[in-house]
C-alpha cells in the first residue's frame, strides 16, 4: 500500500479507536472494582467486626462457586423466564386493545387488574401450591399473574396517549379495524412496549427465584434454596452474580432491539 494510502487508512482507525475507547463503561467498571474492594476488605474484617467469617465470603471463594454454575439449570431458568414474558405480553396486550375498544369493559376489568397487581407474589405462589399440582406450570402461572397486568396498563396507557388528530387523519382514510392498528397504534406504542419490558423483566427475574424456591427441582431458585440449606453464603452470591448477569445480557439484547425496531427516532 503507498504512503499516502497507508496513513489515511491510519487516520481513519485512530478516530475509530478512540470512539469505541469513549464508549466503554469506565465508571461502572470503577464503581464494580471499588465494590469488589470493599467487600474483600469486609471479608477480612468480618470476624473483628462480630460477623461470622462464612456471612461475608472472599472474592476467591465466590469465584470457586462460580466455577460449580451448572448450564443447565441457567437455562432452565432464561426458559421459564421468556415463555412466562413472551404469554404474559401476548395475555396483556390482548386484553388492553379490548379494553381499549370498550369502556364498558375497561371500567369493569379495570379494578380487576389493579387488584391483580396488588397481590403480593407470595400469595399467588402459595396460591399456585394449593391450585396446581404441576411445579412447571405453578412457576409460569405465578408469572403470568404477575408480569400479564403490567402489560396490559402499560399498552393501555400508550393506546389513549396517542393524539386524536392522528385518529382523526387515519380514520379519515376509512381504514379496517387491522389497520388502524397496525398503521398507527402498532408503531406509536412500540416505544412504551419495550420500555414496559425492560422493567417487566427485571421483574420476572425477582419473581421466578421466588417461585423456584418452591417445590422446584431445577433452577437458579432451587440452587439458591440448597445453598441456603447448606449455609454456603459463597454459592448463594455466586448464584446471585448469575442472576444479574443474566438481566444484564437480556437488558442489553432488549437495546439492541430497540435501537433496530426504533432506528426512525435517531
Known amino acids: 500500500m503507498p504512503p499516502d494510502e497507508t496513513d489515511a487508512a491510519t487516520s481513519l482507525a485512530e478516530p475509530r479507536r ?15 472494582a471499588v465494590l469488589a474492594a470493599i ?24 469465584a470457586t462457586s462460580l466455577m460449580k454454575v ?20 401476548a395475555i396483556g396486550v390482548a386484553v388492553a386493545i379490548v379494553m381499549y375498544l370498550s369502556e364498558s369493559l375497561e371500567r369493569h376489568l379495570r379494578p380487576l387488574v389493579r387488584i391483580l397487581m396488588a397481590v403480593p407474589v407470595v400469595s399467588w405462589i402459595l396460591f399456585a401450591v394449593l391450585w396446581f399440582k404441576g411445579v ?4 409460569v402461572f405465578v408469572l403470568i399473574v404477575v408480569c400479564a397486568p403490567v402489560f396490559t396498563v402499560d399498552a393501555l396507557d400508550n393506546m389513549r396517549e396517542v393524539s386524536k388528530e392522528l385518529k382523526q387523519m387515519i380514520r379519515s382514510f376509512r381504514p379496517t379495524p387491522l389497520q388502524f392498528f397496525r398503521k398507527l397504534m402498532l408503531p406509536a406504542i412500540t416505544p412504551g412496549l419495550i420500555t414496559s ?10 419473581v421466578v427465584t421466588i417461585a423456584e424456591l418452591v417445590g422446584a427441582v431445577t433452577g437458579i431458585g432451587h440452587q439458591l434454596s440448597v445453598a441456603q440449606e447448606l449455609f454456603s453464603v459463597a454459592d448463594v452470591f ?4 448469575v442472576l444479574v448477569v443474566l438481566l444484564f445480557m437480556l437488558e442489553a439484547l432488549l437495546v439492541r432491539l430497540e435501537t433496530r425496531v426504533l432506528r426512525w427516532r435517531a
Open 197 to 206: 419490558w425492560k422493567i417487566t423483566l427485571s421483574l420476572a427475574i425477582r
Open 238 to 241: 455466586a448464584w446471585t452474580l
Open 39 to 62: 467487600w474483600q476488605a469486609m471479608s477480612y474484617l468480618a470476624p473483628t467486626l462480630g460477623i461470622p467469617a462464612f456471612a461475608i465470603p472472599g472474592l476467591g471463594r465466590i
Open 136 to 139: 412447571e406450570f405453578r412457576i
Open 70 to 89: 451448572t448450564p443447565l439449570d441457567v437455562a432452565v431458568t432464561l426458559g421459564r423466564v421468556l415463555l412466562s414474558l413472551v404469554l404474559s405480553f
Open 18 to 32: 478512540s470512539l469505541l475507547l469513549s464508549n466503554l463503561p469506565r465508571e461502572a467498571i470503577v464503581s464494580i
